[in-house]
């Protein structure tokens, strides 16, 4: 029933949010001009929205159980920081070698550097330790922000705003050539999450029991830290940086579905898509014709429902 009204709940969102914004739609009498709109300008940016959320949401699932922290996040790995260093020095340098595809691949490119150095910092004598993943994504995301900090402070009012307008989420480049190759990736890594589900569960009741059942604790650690770089690789370059969906979503659905992976991966994309969605609508529709990054609505209502969580619930399982 909870599952049901999930998925039910999180439609309807997706349609408000086509459908409804500064300027109504009818689904019933549009014009030319409106069909154009929807079909050019919405619908390709509630996809993204919608595929933003649901790769941030189900690596937050993911990350969690893999570093054993309710308080993970997609982005404490560094990736985000590191995407957001190479599309700023894209957009700051003024140079386009690939036209409108310059700054995604540069944020992708960004993205997967980092997530390899990660990797490599976290291996060690052949595991991946959870640990050391964990510090070397702090540490690499404080230089690469120190760094992109530094590029926004010697740069012009102009190249300024634009990156600024990326780091916290920008939905409004949002167009049909930019979906393809991000689907591709994020539904290669939710396959790899989903599939690898059930490894997930039994790492999160220590490797020795996962080891134990059968599972190769460091290869099943291995392939599901890649399923968490591909989406969240993908996510930042499609439109940016996007916090609190990837912390709070998995919160709210483990309370509300419970903790196996199988259900809570699926069901943390669908509705981090579905949260995405909502808060690009109200960032769009708040101060027409300006608009607010979607990563500032979602930490304005992130935060403090998660600092309720943190108070009412048992976050952190003490």
């Not at 230089?143 to 990326?166: K, T």
């Amino acid at each position: 029933m909870k599952l049901s009204l999930l998925m039910a709940i999180s439609f309807l969102i997706f349609m408000i949010a086509l459908f409804t914004g500064p300027n109504m739609i009818s689904p019933f009498h549009m014009n030319d001009v409106q069909k154009e709109i929807l079909l050019s300008i919405r619908l390709p940016r509630v996809v993204v929205a919608a595929l933003m959320g649901a790769a941030l949401g189900a690596s937050g699932a993911v990350l969690q159980g893999i570093l054993k922290n309710p308080l993970a996040d997609p982005y404490i790995l560094g990736i985000s920081s590191g995407s957001a260093l190479a599309a700023a020095f894209g957009l700051l340098s003024g140079y386009y070698l690939f036209g409108k595809f310059t700054i995604p691949l540069s944020a992708f490119a960004g993205a997967a550097i980092v997530s390899i150095l990660v990797g490599a910092f976290g291996w060690k004598r052949g595991r991946l330790l959870p640990e050391r993943l964990l510090l070397a994504g702090v540490g690499l995301s404080f230089l690469f922000y120190a760094v992109l900090m530094l590029l926004i402070s010697i740069s012009s009012y102009e190249g300024i705003r634009r990156a600024v307008l990326w780091i916290f989420g920008d939905l409004s480049i949002a167009d049909w050539s930019l979906i393809p190759y991000g689907l591709f990736f994020i539904a290669a890594g939710l396959f790899i999450s989903i599939a690898r589900a059930k490894a997930l569960n039994a790492l999160m009741l220590g490797d020795e029991l996962a080891h134990s059942i059968g599972f190769s604790v460091h290869k099943e650690r291995l392939l599901l830290f890649i399923s968490v770089a591909l989406m969240t690789s993908a996510s930042v370059s499609l439109g940016g940086t996007i916090g609190f969906i990837g912390l709070l979503i998995p919160h709210i659905m483990r309370f509300m579905i419970g903790a196996d992976n199988k259900l809570l991966i699926p069901v943390s994309a669908v509705c981090g898509g579905a949260f995405l969605c909502i808060a690009d609508l109200i960032g769009r529709s708040v101060m027409p014709p300006m608009e607010i990054p979607s990563g500032i609505i979602t930490a304005i209502i992130g935060s403090p429902y998660f600092l309720y969580l943190l108070r009412k619930r048992d976050v952190l399982g003490e």
